[in-house]
């Protein structure tokens, strides 16, 4: 299979982190994407994904994934023998499932306003608007706020154990640097946790 991406980016990072916890990026060939150039808006990768967004998987047969935790899903599904990373029971099912949207809309998506319309990389494809994204910048630091104090006397996120909540939300974090977010001083539970994230070897993936 074939996994389009760009490396660089939170959405495929997430990706890789995901498939590296569960030993199976050799299970794809990564095939880069660039952004900037426009190579996500021709028609060959559009025919891939309408969305027009990084990463796709494309399956042997030729079938088409995007969508970050769709391809994740994926990975969880077909390799049951692998680390589960995304809930056993129905009750870690479902608290992932929170969490995981908790992450994407409060935290992921404002991350990636900020940095859509305060930064101009898209410029030639939108148009930002700065108030916008600044506004989005606050509520990410609200949010880590929230998370820091979550996670008091807390290893992982939820369900006691490393999961896909923790790959989303670290992502997120290392992503907010660029845009000038970064932990507080005093936000010393959500430090220790990011490092610790942080030395895990899928980190570098």
């Given at each position: 299979?074939?996994?389009?991406?760009?490396?660089?980016?939170?959405?495929?990072?997430?990706?890789?982190?995901?498939?590296a916890?569960?030993?199976?990026?050799?299970?794809?060939?990564?095939?880069e994407i660039?952004?900037?150039?426009?190579?996500?808006?021709?028609?060959?990768?559009?025919?891939?994904?309408?969305?027009?967004?990084?990463?796709?998987?494309?399956?042997?047969?030729?079938?088409?994934?995007?969508?970050t935790?769709?391809?994740?899903?994926?990975?969880?599904?077909?390799?049951?023998?692998?680390?589960?990373?995304?809930?056993?029971?129905?009750?870690?099912?479902?608290?992932?499932?929170?969490?995981?949207?908790?992450i994407?809309?409060?935290?992921?998506?404002?991350?990636?306003?900020?940095?859509?319309?305060?930064?101009?990389?898209?410029?030639?494809?939108?148009?930002?608007?700065?108030?916008?994204?600044?506004?989005?910048?606050?509520?990410?630091?609200?949010?880590?706020?929230?998370?820091?104090?979550?996670?008091?006397?807390?290893?992982?996120?939820?369900?006691?154990?490393?999961?896909?909540?923790?790959?989303?939300?670290?992502?997120t974090?290392?992503?907010?640097?660029?845009?000038?977010?970064?932990?507080?001083?005093?936000?010393?539970?959500?430090?220790?946790?990011?490092?610790?994230?942080?030395?895990?070897?899928?980190?570098?993936?």
């Amino acid at each position: 299979m074939k996994i389009f991406e760009t490396k660089t980016a939170p959405n495929p990072r997430r990706v890789r982190m995901f498939m590296a916890e569960k030993g199976l990026l050799d299970k794809a060939e990564f095939i880069e994407i660039d952004l900037q150039k426009g190579e996500n808006l021709t028609p060959e990768y559009t025919a891939r994904n309408p969305m027009k967004k990084v990463p796709v998987m494309e399956l042997d047969d030729g079938t088409c994934i995007a969508e970050t935790m769709a391809i994740c899903r994926y990975f969880e599904e077909s390799y049951p023998d692998t680390p589960s990373l995304l809930g056993d029971t129905p009750l870690e099912k479902a608290q992932l499932e929170q969490w995981l949207r908790w992450i994407e809309y409060y935290f992921f998506m404002p991350t990636g306003m900020c940095f859509q319309h305060t930064t101009g990389y898209f410029k030639d494809r939108m148009n930002p608007i700065k108030e916008w994204g600044e506004e989005c910048g606050k509520n990410v630091e609200k949010f880590m706020h929230f998370l820091d104090k979550q996670l008091e006397g807390k290893e992982y996120i939820c369900c006691d154990r490393f999961t896909a909540a923790d790959i989303n939300a670290f992502t997120t974090v290392a992503f907010a640097r660029v845009v000038g977010i970064r932990i507080k001083p005093e936000q010393t539970n959500l430090q220790a946790w990011y490092d610790r994230i942080k030395a895990r070897p899928s980190a570098q993936a």
